[in-house]
Nanobody
């Protein structure tokens, strides 16, 4: 089992920045990929960024150049640095961990970008 706890969401003006954190605990040795997803009202959940255990990153086209996913293995924590935020980035952001065929999710953190 893997437990994920997110933090760092909030309200920010367009053009501002936020950093999300995702602390993992439990069977973290089994995690292959960790990522951030988001879900806006009335829309499907979508991948924002991911990072593999080997450090390979992947980003949605809509956030490339603005968001950066990183990790601190000593703290078992992954981060999502979000810069140049836009109103369309408003959503609930979820941390995800994939371990084999199992997916684990955090509780979500709200990010609201005002225009």
């Amino acid at each position: 089992q893997v437990q994920l706890v997110e933090s760092g969401g909030g309200l920010v003006q367009a053009g501002g920045s936020l950093r999300l954190s995702c602390a993992a605990s439990g069977s973290i040795f089994s995690i292959n990929v960790m990522g951030w997803y988001r879900q806006a009202p009335g829309k499907q959940r979508e991948l924002v960024a991911s990072i593999t255990s080997g450090g390979i990153t992947n980003y949605a086209d809509s956030v490339k150049g603005r968001f950066t996913i990183s990790r601190d293995n000593a703290k078992n924590t992954r981060y999502l640095q979000m810069n140049s935020l836009k109103p369309e980035d408003t959503a609930v952001y979820y941390c995800n961990a994939t371990s084999g065929i199992r997916d684990y999710w955090g509780q979500g953190t709200q990010v609201t970008v005002s225009s």
